[in-house]
């Protein structure tokens, strides 16, 4: 059994769908869930909390402490965050090596999430694809920054799947094997060039128009040289891929006052891991 005070789990928030990965394609982002089993030094999670489901479904018991700076109904996957972090605090309490029940802790939490694509990159970090059971770590060839965009508002997921269509076309479904292909080997080679081309046809027209701010938002990181721009999750948060150095262009283009939003430029986030 791990020293319960000593232990701080933070799994960190992420971005679904990237455009046209819907439901398989995540990227995490470097601000964390964190959680305590013990709860000694963080508040007190409520039983509804996503991170105390979480714990108690693997197996924790007691109470458990949480912190984030992840905002929830943002589309940057706060329940995702929770659901890793509480069940890998669960494994650690029991005094398992984080890094050897990783699949584990990513089945449980996506069980859990019902969105792969948000469950692993909180679990591996970086870039993954997720598909079905099981999940794929792919190498990002370059320095790449996310900049996003957060307005006010808050979505929620299942309203803004309400709004999909039930059935698509073969042209869109071959249009959106095609660019989720496409993006994914444009991260793995370097190819970054070929991003800004890699857009959807499932779910972003229609969630987008529901949200014009964020769609004006995407069109002014594609403008102000973002490598990729897209709706972040359900919205209605928007995210761009940037290098490095031209991170800082990117968000004084987005615009903030319309929909009270700010931007923050975030690192590519590192797996859930024991920081304490």
Same mark, same amino acid.
């Given at each position: 059994?791990? %020293? ?5 789990? &933070? $799994? ?23 959680? %305590?089993?013990? $709860? ?6 409520? %039983? ?29 996957? *706060? ?19 984080? +890094? ?15 969105? =792969?694509?948000?469950?692993? =990159? ?14 794929? #770590?792919?190498?990002?060839?370059? +320095? /790449? ?14 309203? &803004? ?21 496409? /993006? ?7 190819? *970054? ?6 857009? +959807? ?28 721009? *897209?709706? &972040? ?23 903030? #006052? ?12 590192? =797996? ?5």
């Amino acid at each position: 059994m791990v %020293e319960l005070a000593a232990v701080i789990v &933070s $799994a960190p928030a992420s971005s679904g769908n990237l455009g046209p990965g819907f439901d398989s394609l995540g990227l995490a982002f470097g601000i964390m869930m964190n959680v %305590e089993p013990g $709860a000694e030094t963080l508040e007190p999670a409520t %039983e509804r909390h996503p991170a105390l489901v979480g714990f108690r479904t693997a197996g924790g018991t007691g109470p458990l402490g949480w912190q984030s700076k992840i905002p929830p109904g943002k589309g940057m996957g *706060f329940s995702g965050a929770s659901y890793v972090a509480g069940v890998a605090a669960a494994y650690a309490q029991q005094g398992a090596d984080i +890094d050897d029940v990783r699949d584990e802790i990513w089945a449980q939490a996506t069980e859990l999430e019902g969105h =792969p694509d948000n469950a692993a =990159p909180s679990t591996y970090g970086g870039f993954t694809v997720s598909a079905g059971d099981t999940t794929i #770590e792919v190498p990002i060839a370059g +320095d /790449l920054v996310a900049v996003v965009w957060i307005p006010a508002g808050q979505v929620s997921t299942n309203s &803004s799947r309400s709004t999909l269509p039930e059935m698509i076309s073969h042209v869109d479904a071959t249009y959106n094997v095609g660019h989720a292909a496409q /993006l994914v080997a444009a991260v793995a080679t370097g190819h *970054f060039e070929r991003l800004a081309r890699c857009r +959807d046809r499932l779910h972003e027209p229609y969630r987008l128009s529901a949200l014009p701010d964020t769609a004006a938002a995407v069109d002014a990181a594609l403008a102000a040289g973002a490598l990729t721009a *897209f709706l &972040s999750g359900s919205g209605p948060c928007a995210a761009a891929l940037c290098l490095r150095p031209d991170a800082d262009h990117v968000a004084a283009a987005l615009p903030t #006052e319309a929909a009270d939003a700010h931007v923050k430029t975030l690192e590519i986030g590192k =797996p859930v891991h024991i920081s304490g």
